[in-house]
């Protein structure tokens, strides 16, 4: 059964350095999400993108955050200049008619 | 805006009891709804959905159905294992399943032998 891969599983970084999360969508699909979930608490859409570029982004998306399709399988989601608050399980999801989610990658910033 | 309500957990039952979980909703016009569940150390998958009102969405025992009158969709199940171990997010979109979902903050279900 295909599925949403992402990478890495785990991330630290320091407060101020730049990360950059990958993540594989079902290979048919194309409409890509990025969601977070700040430990204990719902799971928070940050932003969608549909046809190489973003359709929708919410309030948390602001320009410290950035996506990209850099090839035909990839979609990322970078973070300039990450804060301690940035900490977040994220996860990538793709959709035909619903979304299906990675596994998530877990941010740590120290 | 959207928004989504769950009961708070954890819920904690033994095998074989009856499960429910409540999720009300607020949305404008006619919202997709679905129930995701996180098993330890995963990522959130679809367990069920239903795109209209009185659509009954199932899926491995789990049941819930789309009650526009009571803006509800409440998952159930009848009898549930160990193995259903897992937080329950309930979930809503717009009318296309291709618009970002809004999540309830999730209820956490323990199941003891």
């Known amino acids: 059964e295909p599925e949403v891969t992402q990478t890495p599983s785990h991330q630290v970084t320091q407060m101020g350095q730049e990360v950059i999360l990958r993540c594989v969508p079902i290979s048919n699909h194309l409409y890509f999400y990025w969601y977070r979930q700040i430990l204990g608490q719902k799971v928070e859409f940050l932003v969608s993108f549909y046809n190489n570029e973003i359709s929708e982004k919410s309030e948390i998306f602001d320009d410290q955050f950035s996506v990209e399709r850099p090839d035909g399988s990839n979609f990322t989601l970078k973070i300039r200049s990450t804060k301690l608050e940035d900490s977040a399980m994220y996860f990538c999801?793709?959709?035909?008619?619903?979304?299906?989610f990675g596994p998530g990658t877990r941010l740590t910033v120290t | 805006g959207n928004s989504v309500t769950q009961m708070e957990g954890p819920v904690t039952l033994s095998e074989e009891a009856f499960l429910t979980i409540n999720c009300t909703y607020t949305a404008t016009g006619y919202p997709s709804l679905f129930w995701y569940v996180q098993y330890p150390g995963e990522g959130l998958q679809l367990l069920l959905k239903?795109?209209?009102?009185?659509d009954k969405g199932s899926n491995k025992g789990f049941e819930a159905t789309y009650r526009k009158e009571t803006t509800s969709f409440h998952l159930e199940k009848g009898s549930v294992q160990v193995s259903d171990s897992a937080v329950y997010f309930c979930?809503?979109?717009?009318?296309?399943?291709?618009?970002?979902?809004?999540f309830g903050k999730g209820t956490r279900l323990s199941v003891i032998a």
């Open positions: 239903a795109t209209k009102a009185d």
């Open positions: 979930a809503l979109s717009g009318i296309s399943g291709n618009t970002p979902l809004v």
């Open positions: 999801a793709s959709s035909e008619t619903e979304q299906y």
